[in-house]
């Protein structure tokens, strides 16, 4: 079982709809989780960072996190074309010298 | 304040090679990790630096090293270069109080012929 899994996609929404990017990972003992948006041929960016089961809101981006069930998701609102990339969901195990473990990603594209 | 930098943007070596990846940290922040992202794939944590010792350390052999400096700027070196080192190679910093939040460089492109 892959440590942190999510669907390659693409995944391919309407503008002004709502995109829906799901991850879940295996490591119980994960403390700390995070989505990542990636450009083609750029470097991850940090979008979203979450610790806590239930909901954080930062404009137009939810994380959802439910540690019962292993699961993180990032609810995107009015997607514009500029989101099309890929969302990297990554988790932290523990503090300090843990690196993160990601998933390999969900290609997202916003149809105009 | 200044963000994560890296050089060289793009690097072609032949099998064998040794290599040298440098790495600047984001202003403020004493912590550098290291990644390495395969096409298609999820960056895999290589190892991590914190007060100038790897302090974490991923699933890569002996010849993936590295070092960090003083201002808190780090080398990745890579021995006796193999095809599969192919890949983006990201340097993240971040602030070791809040070592889960890391922020990446744009990435060395290196290509192992």
């Known amino acids: 079982q892959k440590e942190v899994e999510q669907n390659s996609g693409p995944l391919s929404v309407p503008e002004g709809a709502i995109a829906s990017l799901n991850c879940t990972y295996s490591?119980?003992?994960?403390?700390?989780f995070f989505w990542y948006r990636q450009y083609s041929g750029k470097s991850p960016e940090l979008i979203m960072s979450?610790?806590?089961?239930g909901d954080k809101e930062d404009g137009r981006f939810t994380a959802q996190l439910n540690k019962a069930s292993q699961y993180v998701s990032l609810l995107i609102r009015d997607s514009q074309p500029s989101d099309s990339a890929t969302y990297l969901c990554?988790?932290?195990?523990?503090?300090?010298?843990?690196?993160?473990?990601f998933g390999k990603g969900t290609h997202l594209i916003i149809q105009p | 304040e200044t963000g994560v930098t890296q050089s060289p943007t793009h690097l072609i070596k032949t099998r064998g090679q040794q290599v040298t990846l440098r790495c600047s940290s984001q202003?403020?922040?004493?912590?550098v990790s290291w990644y390495q992202q395969a096409l298609g794939q999820g960056p895999q944590f290589i190892f991590q630096y914190y007060r100038e010792e790897e302090n974490g350390r991923g699933n890569f052999p002996p010849r993936f090293s590295g070092l960090q400096f003083p201002n808190y700027s780090s080398e990745l070196n890579v021995n006796a270069l193999e095809l599969d080192d192919s890949a983006l190679y990201l340097c993240?910093?971040?602030?070791?109080?809040?070592?889960?939040?890391?922020?990446f460089g744009p990435g060395t492109r290196l290509t192992v012929l």
């Open positions: 990554a988790v932290k195990k523990g503090g300090g010298a843990d690196g993160l473990t």
């Open positions: 993240a910093s971040s602030f070791r109080e809040r070592s889960f939040e890391q922020f």
């Open positions: 979450i610790y806590s089961n």
């Open positions: 202003s403020g922040h004493n912590t």
């Open positions: 490591d119980r003992g994960s403390q700390s």
